[in-house]
């Protein structure tokens, strides 16, 4: 088969790889319909993620149709149209039994990562059970992608963590596609306000048409007066961090309110400075998070139901094959006004 395959910094390459086969009688073989490319996957791509090791494929996030299954596999079997959750869960680890899918003992972010990934016309998933979900008849596939891992982490590193509720202001640092998931679900729980911060005109504007009430230009205007001013001095009830640079990091403690919440979803290379010198009277809380993928079932009924649409998230199209080109659009988002590419198996 081909695939996406990682050789070291800077250099990836589309070619022959063996088609995997079951290695676990907990494992499926998923043939990938569609796939797409994260954020994590070019910060691998600079270097960022030392285990990813020569000759590994890439990717995390797709949808396929179940190939051949193991043994020990009850929930799936071949032919099924499954969502891969970009979390594997053993389900019966102690951080499983809680919920905690991102630390499972036996998972994790494993997949194009400590293992070979989605970005190839067929993959390996441990654990079947646990780590992929049916596709209700009748949903769009291409929306489903969105669900491994953007929509998820967005939700739950921003808007649950956030604990955003009716009438709050809530300012979003980083208008990427999951600073914009965390817009669009933030929505589910009606705050009063929401505030976009970004560098990118283009971004801004998509996250006015998904639903922000206000964007700010970080070059163009001072984030912290606009969002006093336009919360009576208080500042956010809840910020969410959606970078991951010391910066905005920074800048999302100047915006909270007293009894604020920021929640961080930006992956951090560097430290940052917590400033307690201001913080420590404010009663505010933050909050980390590495996505479990918990909400996933509550997400594909809010797809089905039309309560959310996150295919708005997808601009660019290409054919598996074309990935190596799928990557050099998504590296320059800003200048390609890309947001998440599709790429799609040859039928
Ligand atoms: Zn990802
Ligand atoms: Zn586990």
Not at 19 to 38: F, G, H, N
Request: hydrophobic residues 40%; contains cysteine; aromatic residues 6%.
């Amino acid at each position: 088969m081909k695939a996406i395959v990682y050789h070291g910094p800077g250099n990836i390459e589309w070619e022959d790889k063996p088609r995997p086969v079951i290695l676990e009688d907990t494992d499926v073989i998923v043939r990938i319909t569609k796939t797409t490319i994260c954020g994590t996957d070019l910060h691998i791509l600079k270097g960022d993620v030392p285990e990813v090791t020569d000759g590994r494929i890439l990717g995390h996030e797709g949808v396929g149709i179940i190939e051949e299954a193991g043994k020990a596999v009850r929930k799936f079997k071949p032919g099924d149209h499954v969502l891969i959750s970009c979390i594997t869960s053993c389900g019966s680890c102690a951080y499983c039994r809680k919920g905690m899918y991102s630390h499972c003992e036996n998972g994790g972010w494993i997949l194009g990562h400590l293992i070979d990934g989605t970005q190839a016309e067929y993959v390996r998933i441990p654990y079947a059970d646990y780590s992929l979900y049916h596709i209700p008849q009748g949903l769009e596939e291409e929306a489903l992608v969105m669900l491994s891992d953007i929509l998820p982490t967005g939700f739950e590193c921003g808007v649950l963590n956030g604990e955003i509720k009716p009438g709050d202001n809530v300012v979003i640092v980083g208008a990427g596609p999951v600073g914009l998931a965390a817009l669009l679900t933030a929505q589910f729980y009606s705050p009063g306000m929401l505030i976009a911060i970004d560098m990118d005109e283009n971004r801004l504007e998509i996250a006015r048409k998904f639903g922000a009430d206000y964007s700010i230009h970080l070059k163009e205007t001072n984030p912290i007066e606009v969002v006093k001013g336009l919360t009576q001095g208080k500042g956010a009830d809840v910020v969410i961090e959606a970078v991951g640079v010391p910066e905005s990091f920074e800048l999302c403690q100047s915006l909270i309110a007293p009894g604020g919440i920021i929640a961080n979803i930006g992956v951090h290379g560097k430290p940052v400075t917590l400033h307690m010198e201001k913080l420590w009277s404010h009663n505010i809380k933050i909050t980390t998070r590495l996505v479990d993928t918990v909400t996933i079932p509550l997400l594909l009924k809010t797809v089905q139901s039309g309560k959310l649409t996150p295919e708005k998230l997808i601009t660019h199209h290409f054919k598996l094959y074309e990935g190596i080109t799928a990557y050099q659009v998504f590296k320059h988002a800003s200048a390609e006004k890309a947001l998440k590419v599709i790429l799609s198996a040859e039928s």
